[in-house]
């Protein structure tokens, strides 16, 4: 087990290790300088802040700089908010975009597992088909109709109370969070819903439910001993991957609402050529996810006893 | 017993036999697809798309989707197009009365001279007394007494000038005008009075000569303007037509990269399992490393790194414009092909790892076959179900990426449109001209749909060990 997690760890830094030198010669590849400026600089400006940013040295020489700033953590002064660290930046940023993927996770991941077992335990009838429709609707609408659409609807709401129920943009209390976090996690929880109900049919036909059932079992003892719990590990399986999903919906999220998470951050970047900002960004985003999808696999092994690591 | 005893039989013709011809892989799946409705009913709805998108904007509805049209901006589909002709010069005198007697503080009459029409409407009211001029308000709702007036229009500087001709982006729908008196050092009086207006669509002689095929038009006639089917965007351009220019840029990014990183994928997952080793340990490393990169934050550097940025020409903006392609659609390929390829890679090399175990490969191997024909023969077709099935499910996957990478204003090149461009810009507008966001997302979803259902079906079809259970 130590074993296996340690071999994780080291693939894992040697992916992040790909990540930043693939961020870095693509950033370092792209037309254009980003200390150009609507304003004209005399040369000798421009001479200076090539020379403060490290610009003006040798490509091999700036990687191995790049690289050991950030092996110690440091992603540089961004380019164009005067002076900020790119750390502090992010140290900023990350908790909102955060908080706002865990909410969503926990919204798709329960409303998949629950609305999943419905369709499967009312298979065929109303409840299943309503639940059906709905699923092909959530994977075949882009985030950004959901995230419009759900804006709209507050605005609608508040309009017709007379008070503000919820507010229409920004960020700081629960109440902000609800809507974004739901758009953010819609997708995900139509695609939930569809895996645990596949899982939850094939467990059906089981041996062991058999097994239960002729014993004289009671039906919902068996529903939740048996087909529920087996019927989950696959959903845990591609959590995974959705946290993917779910930081890349992040970006349309956080534009429609205003939220001064992650990636509205990097969106900002790029249309500002803020390269230290997009650099460190991305970096951070794929350590993240590389994190991410280990600690997955490590949960995967702990719950189902199948699972051997090696 | 004799030899007469016995006596031949008869022959029975009826050998038992088989009760259906045998069937081929690719025959049998067909068979099933064609059994499934849903996979057919996306299917038929895919190629209506295709024909839409490459058809018919040269055979249908032909026009260009990049004029524009200002004076007729986000008309949604179900506008009145009927319009009033109006002469070409068509100027009004202003009204001067008498100074009006009396103690009301606001004009007792308020009302619209002629036709009130979108190129113009005209106000005249009675005088208030005390009065040293007034002013007008335009509003979109009713005011009420504690809401704003609305827009200030203008001021008439005499109490006598009673008359006000608003000539400011009038459109097809209700107005509320009023007039407001005013004293001596320029202040409101406390009260208002209010008019109802619902201004008519109208043209001039000369607009109504070029928009419309007439060619005899007399003020006073009624014209029909041109149709615009699914309405107009915010710059006046017909949304058709945009919508047909934007499926062909979706739907050939949409395509096109699947194709591509399929067949890169297939390439390299072919090779990585047939000859294994140290190959195979090399490219699986590879692979792990470009499924690791963020996907998203790496197509957005991958376009900034491909489209050159102003007016510097590179390699890639000369290819495109030989292939004759617009709006930065190559380097979005480009991206995509690049970042795509493990997932399919990876199936392919699995696959071809297990074909390779089977008996009939070891029996063809025995009997001499050369590599060429174990691949040709065994490994590609064996895997083209797995392949295009994973291919139906990239095409609604690539699609929704462009959209909302075009969304984020990460995507195709103004004025290209692609269906998520134009809901970024329809979104700017959705309150009041919903349709502006609706048909491209319609569109989006309706795809996307098709070819999510056209995949289930296949891999229903193609994979009994895939088949889903619905």
Same mark, same amino acid.
């Given at each position: 087990?130590?074993?296996?997690?340690?071999?994780?760890?080291?693939?894992?830094?040697?992916?992040?290790?790909?990540?930043?030198?693939?961020?870095?010669?693509?950033?370092?590849?792209?037309?254009?300088?980003?200390?150009?400026?609507?304003?004209?600089?005399? @040369?000798?400006?421009?001479?200076?802040?090539?020379?403060?940013?490290?610009?003006?040295?040798?490509?091999?020489?700036?990687?191995?700089?790049?690289?050991?700033?950030?092996?110690?953590?440091?992603?540089?002064?961004?380019?164009?908010?005067?002076?900020?660290?790119?750390?502090?930046?992010? &140290?900023?940023?990350?908790?909102?975009?955060?908080?706002?993927?865990?909410?969503?996770?926990?919204?798709?991941?329960?409303?998949?597992?629950?609305?999943g077992a419905l369709t499967a335990l009312y298979r065929n009838r109303w409840p299943d088909v309503v639940i059906i429709i709905?699923v092909i609707?959530?994977i075949s609408?882009?985030?950004?109709?959901?995230?419009?659409?759900?804006?709209?609807?507050?605005?609608?709401?508040?309009?017709?109370?007379?008070?503000?129920?919820?507010?229409? &943009?920004?960020?700081?209390?629960?109440?902000?969070?609800?809507?974004?976090?739901?758009?953010?996690?819609?997708?995900?929880?139509?695609f939930?819903t569809r895996l645990m109900r596949t899982s939850m049919l094939e467990i059906v036909n089981a041996d062991y439910i058999r097994t239960a059932r002729s014993k004289g079992v009671p039906v919902?003892q068996i529903f939740?001993k048996h087909q529920f719990r087996n019927a989950i590990l696959p959903v845990?399986t591609v959590?995974?991957?959705?946290? &993917?999903?779910?930081?890349?919906?992040?970006?349309?999220? @956080?534009?429609?609402? &205003?939220?001064?998470?992650?990636?509205?951050?990097?969106?900002?970047?790029?249309?500002?050529?803020?390269?230290?900002?997009?650099?460190?960004?991305?970096?951070?985003?794929?350590?993240?996810?590389?994190?991410?999808?280990?600690?997955?696999?490590?949960?995967?092994?702990?719950?189902d006893p199948r699972v051997r690591?090696? | 017993m004799t030899e007469l005893s016995f006596k031949p039989t008869t022959v029975a013709s009826d050998i038992e036999q088989t009760s259906r011809p045998s069937l081929s892989y690719w025959q049998d799946a067909f068979i099933r697809l064609v059994a499934n409705k849903r996979a057919i009913t996306s299917l038929v709805v895919i190629i209506l798309l295709i024909i839409?998108?490459?058809?018919?904007?040269?055979?249908?509805?032909?026009? +260009?989707?990049?004029?524009?049209?200002?004076?007729?901006?986000?008309?949604?589909?179900?506008?009145?197009? +009927?319009?009033? *002709?109006?002469?070409?010069?068509?100027?009004?005198?202003?009204?001067?009365?008498?100074?009006?007697?009396?103690?009301?503080?606001?004009?007792?009459?308020?009302?619209?001279?002629?036709?009130?029409?979108?190129?113009?409407?005209?106000? +005249?009211?009675?005088?208030?007394?005390?009065?040293?001029?007034?002013?007008?308000?335009?509003?979109?709702?009713?005011?009420?007494? =504690?809401?704003?007036?609305?827009?200030?229009?203008?001021?008439?500087?005499?109490?006598?000038?009673?008359? /006000?001709? =608003?000539?400011?982006?009038?459109?097809?729908?209700?107005?509320?005008?009023?007039?407001?008196?005013?004293?001596? =050092?320029?202040?409101?009086?406390?009260?208002?009075?209010?008019?109802?207006?619902?201004?008519?669509?109208?043209?001039?002689?000369?607009? $109504?000569?070029?928009?419309?095929? $007439?060619?005899?038009?007399?003020?006073?006639?009624? *014209?029909?303007?041109?149709?615009?089917?699914?309405?107009?965007?915010?710059?006046?351009?017909?949304?058709?037509?945009?919508?047909?220019?934007?499926?062909?840029?979706?739907?050939?990014?949409?395509i *096109? $990269?699947p194709l591509?990183f399929m067949i890169l994928g297939i390439i390299i997952g072919s090779v990585s399992g047939y000859f294994g080793g140290?190959?195979d340990?090399?490219?699986m490393?590879?692979?792990?490393?470009?499924?690791?990169?963020? /996907?998203?934050?790496?197509?957005?550097?991958? +376009?900034?790194?491909?489209?050159?940025?102003?007016?510097?020409?590179?390699?890639?903006?000369? /290819?495109?414009?030989?292939?004759?392609?617009?709006?930065?659609?190559?380097?979005?390929?480009?991206?995509?092909?690049?970042?795509?390829?493990?997932g399919i890679a990876r199936l392919v090399r699995g696959e071809v790892l297990k074909i390779r175990e089977q008996g009939y490969v070891e029996a063809s191997k025995l009997l001499g076959a050369p590599n060429s024909w174990l691949i040709g023969r065994h490994m590609i077709p064996n895997t083209m179900g797995v392949v295009l099935v994973s291919f139906t499910f990239a095409v609604p996957a690539?699609? /929704?990426?462009?959209?909302?990478?075009?969304?984020?204003?990460?995507?195709?090149?103004?004025?290209?449109?692609?269906?998520?461009?134009?809901?970024?810009?329809?979104?700017?507008?959705?309150?009041?001209?919903?349709?502006?966001?609706?048909?491209?997302?319609?569109?989006?979803?309706i795809t996307v749909l098709a070819f999510n259902l056209l995949g289930d079906g296949l891999r229903d079809a193609l994979d009994a060990r895939m088949r889903s259970r619905e």
């Amino acid at each position: 087990m130590t074993r296996y997690v340690l071999m994780r760890l080291i693939q894992g830094v040697i992916t992040v290790w790909f990540i930043a030198t693939a961020t870095f010669f693509v950033m370092h590849n792209i037309p254009g300088n980003p200390l150009q400026n609507e304003k004209a600089v005399s @040369e000798q400006v421009q001479k200076k802040l090539e020379e403060k940013y490290g610009l003006d040295k040798n490509v091999v020489v700036q990687y191995g700089i790049y690289m050991w700033n950030m092996i110690r953590g440091d992603f540089g002064l961004s380019f164009k908010q005067e002076e900020r660290p790119v750390n502090k930046i992010i &140290a900023e940023r990350f908790p909102v975009s955060a908080i706002l993927g865990v909410l969503a996770i926990v919204i798709a991941g329960m409303g998949g597992v629950l609305w999943g077992a419905l369709t499967a335990l009312y298979r065929n009838r109303w409840p299943d088909v309503v639940i059906i429709i709905l699923v092909i609707l959530g994977i075949s609408v882009p985030s950004f109709v959901f995230a419009t659409v759900g804006q709209l609807g507050i605005v609608v709401a508040n309009r017709m109370l007379g008070f503000e129920l919820l507010p229409v &943009a920004g960020w700081g209390t629960i109440w902000h969070m609800l809507v974004p976090a739901l758009v953010l996690g819609l997708g995900t929880m139509a695609f939930l819903t569809r895996l645990m109900r596949t899982s939850m049919l094939e467990i059906v036909n089981a041996d062991y439910i058999r097994t239960a059932r002729s014993k004289g079992v009671p039906v919902a003892q068996i529903f939740a001993k048996h087909q529920f719990r087996n019927a989950i590990l696959p959903v845990v399986t591609v959590l995974g991957p959705s946290i &993917a999903a779910i930081t890349t919906g992040g970006f349309v999220v @956080e534009n429609v609402f &205003a939220i001064p998470g992650l990636g509205r951050t990097f969106v900002e970047a790029v249309q500002q050529s803020d390269y230290t900002v997009i650099m460190g960004t991305t970096v951070f985003y794929g350590a993240f996810l590389v994190l991410m999808v280990i600690v997955v696999d490590l949960v995967y092994a702990l719950i189902d006893p199948r699972v051997r690591l090696q | 017993m004799t030899e007469l005893s016995f006596k031949p039989t008869t022959v029975a013709s009826d050998i038992e036999q088989t009760s259906r011809p045998s069937l081929s892989y690719w025959q049998d799946a067909f068979i099933r697809l064609v059994a499934n409705k849903r996979a057919i009913t996306s299917l038929v709805v895919i190629i209506l798309l295709i024909i839409f998108a490459f058809i018919a904007p040269h055979v249908f509805w032909t026009i +260009k989707h990049d004029v524009q049209n200002l004076d007729r901006t986000s008309e949604p589909p179900w506008i009145n197009r +009927k319009a009033m *002709v109006l002469p070409d010069q068509d100027d009004w005198q202003d009204v001067h009365v008498a100074a009006a007697i009396g103690e009301h503080r606001a004009p007792t009459v308020l009302e619209v001279v002629g036709e009130p029409t979108t190129s113009r409407v005209r106000l +005249k009211w009675e005088p208030v007394p005390n009065a040293y001029g007034y002013r007008i308000y335009r509003n979109i709702v009713e005011p009420s007494e =504690d809401t704003p007036l609305g827009l200030s229009m203008g001021v008439n500087e005499a109490g006598t000038h009673v008359s /006000f001709e =608003d000539r400011l982006a009038i459109r097809q729908k209700p107005y509320w005008y009023s007039v407001v008196a005013l004293d001596e =050092d320029g202040t409101e009086f406390e009260a208002a009075k209010t008019i109802n207006v619902r201004p008519q669509l109208a043209i001039t002689v000369s607009e $109504a000569l070029t928009l419309t095929k $007439a060619d005899n038009v007399q003020p006073g006639d009624t *014209v029909s303007l041109f149709w615009h089917p699914l309405g107009t965007d915010y710059l006046g351009r017909d949304m058709l037509a945009r919508l047909m220019k934007g499926a062909q840029v979706s739907l050939t990014i949409g395509i *096109v $990269a699947p194709l591509l990183f399929m067949i890169l994928g297939i390439i390299i997952g072919s090779v990585s399992g047939y000859f294994g080793g140290m190959v195979d340990a090399g490219l699986m490393r590879f692979t792990d490393f470009v499924i690791a990169l963020p /996907f998203l934050l790496f197509m957005i550097l991958f +376009k900034l790194l491909f489209v050159p940025s102003g007016d510097t020409e590179n390699w890639m903006s000369n /290819f495109q414009e030989w292939l004759g392609i617009e709006g930065g659609m190559l380097a979005m390929v480009v991206a995509l092909v690049l970042l795509s390829w493990p997932g399919i890679a990876r199936l392919v090399r699995g696959e071809v790892l297990k074909i390779r175990e089977q008996g009939y490969v070891e029996a063809s191997k025995l009997l001499g076959a050369p590599n060429s024909w174990l691949i040709g023969r065994h490994m590609i077709p064996n895997t083209m179900g797995v392949v295009l099935v994973s291919f139906t499910f990239a095409v609604p996957a690539t699609i /929704f990426t462009e959209a909302f990478l075009s969304f984020i204003g990460m995507g195709v090149v103004p004025p290209t449109p692609s269906w998520g461009s134009m809901c970024n810009d329809g979104i700017r507008t959705m309150e009041m001209y919903p349709h502006e966001l609706l048909f491209p997302a319609l569109f989006i979803s309706i795809t996307v749909l098709a070819f999510n259902l056209l995949g289930d079906g296949l891999r229903d079809a193609l994979d009994a060990r895939m088949r889903s259970r619905e």
